[in-house]
């Protein structure tokens, strides 16, 4: 499954043209082209677990204390770190905002949509099939793009190809000039504590900016 998707992601971003990659820029997430291959070293990863202490929020080596942070993490995502910040939008349904963000009809919106969560290598099919005849519609499909990198390379779930529903409501703060990087952070701060604490043994949200 991990090979379709990254199938499907290549494919859709082999077929931008350079606008389309211009325009992507005002989602401030270019700089996952680059280090979406960037291979995960999990073995350091599950050493490193062992020096974090799930209380303070460090990692501490004796004496010595390093906490991953926002100026760490902008520098790495290219992001400017004095952008407000974007935050999640809690929704009792976030049909209508996925329509919306990516023009597409409800009938569609609810194949993507399973137990799981949202089904990100359907989103990308689906977007690709989309020809864009204006503006806003190409937006649209590069939104699709957007949340594909989000929800698998910055706010990871359990569930591979799959995403909270959530991250559509940061698609509009993001094309506002708001950042991602204060709650990539706090939620891969959030991943440690519950790898610590025996709660998960899978490194959440996102272990390949850490």
């Keep these: 499954m991990a090979l379709v998707f990254m199938d ?9 043209d350079f606008v389309s ?13 680059s280090i979406k291959g960037v291979r995960r070293e999990w073995d350091l990863l599950r050493a490193s677990f062992n020096f974090w202490d799930p209380e303070d929020h460090v990692f501490r080596f004796h004496l010595d204390e390093i906490c991953p942070t926002i100026e760490e ?8 770190q004095h952008l407000p910040f974007a935050v999640p939008v809690l929704k009792r349904s976030y049909h209508e905002t996925l329509c919306e963000v990516l023009g597409l009809p409800l009938p569609i919106v609810m194949k993507m949509l399973e137990s ?6 359907l989103l990308l099919e689906e977007a690709q099939t989309k020809v864009p005849n204006s503006v ?5 499909k590069l939104s699709a793009l957007a949340m594909a990198f989000i929800g698998e390379f ?10 909270d529903v959530r991250i559509s ?8 000039g708001k950042s991602i990087v204060p709650i990539v952070l706090a939620k891969t701060l959030n991943g440690l504590d519950a790898v610590v604490r025996g709660e998960t043994s899978i490194l959440l949200r996102s272990p390949l900016v850490l």
């Design 8 to 16: 499907c992601l290549e494919s859709f971003i082999s077929k931008m």
């Design 21 to 33: 990659r211009n325009n992507f820029n005002s989602f401030k997430l270019h700089s996952l082209f």
């Design 73 to 80: 993490f902008s520098a790495i995502l290219d992001i400017d």
């Design 116 to 121: 799981r969560g949202l089904n990100l290598r």
């Design 136 to 140: 806003l519609e190409s937006h649209q």
């Design 154 to 163: 910055l706010l990871s779930s359990p569930h591979f190809e799959f995403a």
């Design 169 to 176: 409501t940061f698609i509009p703060q993001l094309l506002q």
